[in-house]
């Protein structure tokens, strides 16, 4: 997640993006996470999202992590001045590196995908989908291309913008992101978000017989 110039006195920092839309994510979580159990989120960005979320469901283990140093300083001091003992510290996780995901009963992912090399999606895809038990859920929050479904002028411009600046980023096509997940993760729901962003969760399928 890009992370705003804003920052605290220590090393927290403060993202816009996470300020308006946590709300709607943690209104829209319920659904979709587990009961009880561990969440993981990758590329927590400023910590924020992970704060709140950590707050908002507090019979849920929250783990923030993220490749970038200064990222994970500002989500640790996050969690030092205001973390409920369910958010944990954060990890040194990469999408796209070697080292796999540690066991979590569902995986969270926000705003990551357009900002990343595919290979960091698949990385997510076939980390999330080892890491989760049968039906666990790997949630992803963002914009996306959906085919047969207009999309907005802004996403447009903005896909157009992504790419000038780094030809490796870009939004994704959501068809594309649901067969790169199989046969680890099928697609199990499409909330449609403020902002013109979904929020999709994929599933680890059930062991047949269960």
Not at 2 to 27: C, E, H, K, V, W
Request: hydrophobic share 55%.
């Amino acid at each position: 997640m890009t992370l705003a110039q804003g920052r605290a006195p220590d090393a927290r920092r403060f993202s816009p993006a996470a300020a308006r839309n946590r709300a709607p994510i943690a209104a829209a979580l319920p659904d979709l996470l587990p009961a009880f159990g561990l969440v993981l989120e990758i590329a927590s960005g400023s910590g924020e999202h992970a704060l709140h979320f950590a707050r908002s469901f507090p019979h849920l283990t929250w783990q923030p992590s993220d490749p970038d140093p200064e990222a994970r300083a500002s989500i640790a001091a996050w969690r030092a001045a205001e973390g409920p003992a369910n958010l944990r510290p954060p990890l040194a996780l990469d999408a796209a590196g070697a080292v796999p995901f540690p066991a979590a009963d569902a995986v969270l992912c926000i705003n990551m995908l357009h900002i990343a090399p595919w290979a960091a999606t698949l990385g997510l895809l076939a980390k999330a989908a080892a890491a989760l038990p049968p039906g666990g859920p790997l949630i992803i929050y963002g914009p996306f291309l959906r085919a047969g479904v207009a999309t907005a002028p802004s996403n447009l411009a903005f896909d157009v913008a992504l790419r000038s600046e780094n030809p490796a980023w870009g939004l994704r096509a959501l068809e594309a992101v649901a067969a790169a997940a199989a046969p680890g993760l099928a697609l199990d729901r499409v909330v449609e978000m403020p902002a013109n962003n979904l929020l999709v969760a994929l599933r680890r399928p059930r062991d047949p017989g269960a």
